[in-house]
């Protein structure tokens, strides 16, 4: 897989903006439940409805909106994830490299749906939570979220110095 970030097209007030906007949504993010079984390997992960719901309700109250799209060439789907100021209609757009298994459509839409969960989850510095795992281990949710945004927010920073 590869991931990458294309910089977002705007005045630099523009994309300070933006990625303020993000960094203040990353803060209030709640990592994904695993709500789905696979029947294969009989683990619990979080499914794709399960990650957009996460994300999409804290964009929502920071004015941001999402769009994710896939073009496929020669067996690498390549998953687009639009992240939107929608007061100002730009946006920063992610990349993330998938290659298919098959070249079926359920390999596409199997690949595709693969990598617009893990696109989301790796631009917001998620990771689902397993309800057993934290109760048994006494871990609070809260403290684990709170680590997280914290480590996301300071890699965003970091990783953005010298574009802004």
Not at 21 to 36: E, F
Not at 40 to 59: M, P, Q, R
Not at 142 to 152: N, V
Request: aromatic share 6%; net charge neutral.
């Amino acid at each position: 897989m590869h991931f990458e970030a294309v910089p977002v097209v705007g005045s630099k007030e523009s994309k300070a903006r933006l990625r303020k906007l993000i960094g203040q949504a990353t803060l209030g993010l709640r990592n994904p439940k695993k709500d789905s079984i696979n029947p294969f390997l009989k683990n619990k992960y979080a499914s794709l409805g399960s990650v957009i719901d996460t994300v999409k309700e804290e964009l929502g109250k920071m004015g941001l909106g999402f769009t994710q799209d896939c073009v496929e060439l020669n067996g690498v789907l390549d998953v687009s994830t639009d992240i939107i100021d929608l007061l100002s209609g730009e946006g920063e757009t992610y990349h993330m490299s998938v290659h298919m298994k098959e070249m079926t459509p359920q390999g596409s839409a199997g690949a595709f749906t693969y990598g617009r969960r893990y696109a989301l989850l790796g631009i917001f510095g998620l990771a689902p939570e397993d309800d057993d795992a934290n109760e048994a281990s006494g871990k609070t949710i809260e403290q684990d979220r709170a680590l997280d945004a914290a480590k996301a927010l300071a890699k965003t920073v970091q990783g953005k110095k010298g574009t802004l």
